[in-house]
């Protein structure tokens, strides 16, 4: 059969209940569309009671967030931000908004989240080097928690401050702890295909007042308390509109239950592909008292007796596409990207060798079983 014989299986599309309407629809009768009302209020309120942060800001996507946590952090032209290279370019992109340096650092094996021992090793270089890093952007990939006791040890001994990029880990958690929780700042994505959506958007959380105001200020083109538009730094257009914090508002209150079904997603995908040879489930342990929301079901290939002799994740993604099913590779690591090509790397075996191994498979909460198992099917025709 071709593929347009199929209905087409995307990767993490959007999936809207009736919440969404209701919010909407009364920032419409109420003319509240701008970047500015209830909504909005009721978005940053929802954020905090989720996260367990004392103050939120709803911002157009998590690319802001990032942004402007740096800014917050002190980042300015000149300075290095120590990142993981295995993350989506959003991370780093910000840091070189500000004329910083990125430094990359590789992932570790079992969360595949930033090195604890590579981050001590950079930072311990960069010193030697003449240069004390500026921030450290910690992310938590495809929902799973870092390891954070680690981390954020070694950042404090060197006293660097940390912004936490939970794009992709809104209602994960570690030790009972919302992730987006443990930096200065964190950053949360409500990008279309993540857990939770307001279309295009984003949000900065922090414990820290003085800094929310500051966000909330830099959003808004740095307008100065005026009657007049009088500015005397540069500022941002990055403030979410009403209309949209009503979708996050109706998204907000279906949380649980997205998370429940990603995990639901992520078990079956174990079950039913634990017998196929040279495939593995990317089984990335969760601490105890932890949880990781699943965001996307990964799979790594191996070459394990019994598998086909040529299998790539390449070869994969294409013959999915020959049933209408949408997969992607993981994250190409940012040292490999040619925007980063001259920046300094530590280490780099370990999420180059993930990147030339896996792939994400199609894992939104609007699938039922039926859809899996086409999608199991699909895997198990290619690697036989």
Same mark, same amino acid.
């Given at each position: 059969m071709r593929s347009q014989d199929y209905d087409r299986l995307y990767l993490s599309p959007p999936h809207l209940g009736r919440h969404e309407l209701n919010y909407v629809h009364k920032a419409i009768e109420d003319n509240w569309v701008a970047?500015?009302?209830?909504?909005?209020?009721? +978005?940053?309120?929802? &954020?905090?009671?989720? %996260?367990? @942060?004392a103050h939120a800001v709803a911002l157009n996507s998590g690319t802001a967030a990032i942004h402007l946590g740096l800014i917050l952090l002190g980042v300015g032209p000149g300075d290095e931000v120590l990142c993981p290279s295995f993350t989506f370019v959003a991370t780093a992109n910000p840091i070189v908004?500000?004329?910083?340096?990125? @430094? +990359? &650092?590789?992932s570790e094996t079992d969360t595949w989240n930033l090195c604890p021992a590579r981050l001590r090793e950079a930072i311990v270089d960069r010193l030697a080097k003449g240069t004390k890093p500026k921030a450290l952007i910690l992310v938590h990939l495809y929902g799973m928690p870092a390891k954070l006791p680690e981390i954020l040890a070694t950042a404090a001994e060197f006293g660097i401050p940390v912004l936490?990029?939970?794009a992709e880990a809104l209602g994960s958690l570690f030790g009972g702890q919302p992730l987006g929780s443990f930096g200065k700042v964190g950053a949360f994505s409500f990008n279309g295909n993540k857990i939770l959506t307001t279309s295009g958007g984003g949000a900065l959380v922090t414990n820290d007042? @003085? =800094?929310a105001q500051k966000t909330r200020f830099l959003a808004t083109q740095a307008k100065d308390d005026a009657p007049y538009y009088q500015h005397s730094e540069v500022g941002y257009n990055y403030r979410l509109s009403n209309l949209l914090a009503g979708i996050g508002r109706g998204q907000m209150e279906l949380l649980e239950e997205r998370v429940k079904r990603r995990r639901e997603i992520f078990a079956w995908y174990q079950e039913? =592909?634990?017998? @196929?040879?040279g495939l593995a489930v990317a089984t990335t342990p969760e601490p105890v008292g932890? *949880?990781?929301n699943r965001w996307l079901t990964t799979i790594l290939l191996n070459q394990m007796e019994g598998a086909p002799a040529i299998i790539t994740p390449e070869?994969? *993604?294409l013959h999915l596409e020959t049933r209408n099913i949408e997969s992607r590779p993981l994250w190409k690591p940012l040292h490999l990207?040619? =925007? +980063?090509? %001259?920046?300094?790397m530590y280490g780099g075996a370990v999420c180059e060798d993930l990147f030339a191994r896996g792939l994400c498979l199609p894992s939104g909460t609007a699938m039922g079983d039926g859809e899996l198992r086409r999608v199991a099917e699909a895997v198990r025709e290619a690697l036989h």
């Open positions: 970047p500015a009302g209830p909504n909005i209020t009721g +978005f940053e309120a929802d &954020i905090c009671q989720a %996260t367990g @942060v908004y500000l004329g910083a340096a990125p @430094v +990359f &650092i590789d936490e990029d939970a007042a @003085v =800094l039913h =592909l634990a017998d @196929v040879a932890s *949880r990781a070869a994969l *993604r990207q040619p =925007l +980063f090509a %001259t920046a300094p």
